[in-house]
Nanobody, 116 residues
Framework: QVQLVESGGGLVQPGGSLRLSCASS????????MGWYRQAPGKERELVAV???????NYADSVKGRFTISRDVAKNTVYLQMDGLKPEDTAVYYC??????????WGKGTQVTVSS
């Protein structure tokens, strides 16, 4: 079983920045993928940015050039640096991990609100 703990959400003004962290109980090389997803009210959960096991990254088109995913392998931690935040980025952000057998695990989520 994989345990994921997120931190770093909050309220920020448009154009501001936040950094999210996700600590995993399992190292990244034991997972098929690990990254960030978000769910806005009334919408489905969507991919924001993920690492594959080999270290490649995928980003949603809506965040390319503004968000950066990174990881510290020694700490089993993945980060999401969010710059140039927009009101439409408001959502609950979840850390997600997928095992090689295809099982998905989720953190409890952290609220990000972008508002003036």
């Amino acid at each position: 079983q994989v345990q994921l703990v997120e931190s770093g959400g909050g309220l920020v003004q448009p154009g501001g920045s936040l950094r999210l962290s996700c600590a995993s109980s399992v190292g990244p090389f034991s997972l098929n993928a690990m990254g960030w997803y978000r769910q806005a009210p009334g919408k489905e959960r969507e991919l924001v940015a993920v690492f594959t096991r080999m270290g490649s990254t995928n980003y949603a088109d809506s965040v390319k050039g503004r968000f950066t995913i990174s990881r510290d392998v020694a700490k089993n931690t993945v980060y999401l640096q969010m710059d140039g935040l927009k009101p439409e980025d408001t959502a609950v952000y979840y850390c997600g991990a997928t095992t090689f057998s295809g099982v998905n695990y989720w953190g409890k989520g952290t609220q990000v609100t972008v508002s003036s």
